[in-house]
Nanobody, 123 residues
Framework: QVQLVPSGGGLVQAGGSLRLSCAASGRTFSSYAMGWFRQGSGKEREFVAAISRIGGSTGYKDSVKGRFTISRDNAKNTVYLQMNSLKPEDTAVYYC????????????????WGQGTQVTVSS
C-alpha cells in the first residue's frame, strides 16, 4: 500500500511558475513509476507527465513539453512537477499516482492515487 500526499498547488498568473510535490509513504517508493495527471472542470482526467522508477526515463503530454519537468528523489520518497510558463489552460486539479508497471501514460495502469491539488492560472 502506498499513500500519496500532494502539495504545492495554488493561484498564479499566466507566465508564472509552480512546483508540485507528492510525498509517498512506505519503503518501496523506488519500486514504483510515478505520474502526474490533471482534470479540468468538465473534462476527463488526462496524462501530464511520468517518470520511471529510478528517474532514467520521463514522458510528457505534448502541450506541456518544454514547460513542465517531472523529477523524483527516492531518498525523500517524493516526486515533483516543476511547472513554468503556465497558461490558463493548465488550470486543473492535479493528481500524482504510482504504478508497479513500467513507465506509463495510461490512467488505468496506475495503482495508487493521491488527493488532487488545485492549480489555477489567471490570465
Amino acid at each position: 500500500q502506498v499513500q500519496l500526499v500532494p502539495s504545492g498547488g495554488g493561484l498564479v498568473q499566466a507566465g508564472g511558475s509552480l512546483r508540485l510535490s507528492c510525498a509517498a509513504s512506505g519503503r518501496t517508493f523506488s519500486s514504483y513509476a510515478m505520474g502526474w495527471f490533471r482534470q479540468g472542470s468538465g473534462k476527463e482526467r488526462e496524462f501530464v507527465a511520468a517518470i520511471s522508477r529510478i528517474g532514467g526515463s520521463t514522458g510528457y503530454k505534448d502541450s506541456v513539453k518544454g514547460r513542465f519537468t517531472i523529477s523524483r528523489d527516492n531518498a525523500k520518497n517524493t516526486v515533483y512537477l516543476q511547472m513554468n510558463s503556465l497558461k490558463p489552460e493548465d488550470t486543473a486539479v492535479y493528481y500524482c499516482a504510482a504504478t508497479r508497471s513500467v513507465f506509463s501514460s495510461m490512467y488505468r495502469d496506475y495503482d495508487y492515487w493521491g488527493q488532487g491539488t488545485q492549480v489555477t492560472v489567471s490570465s
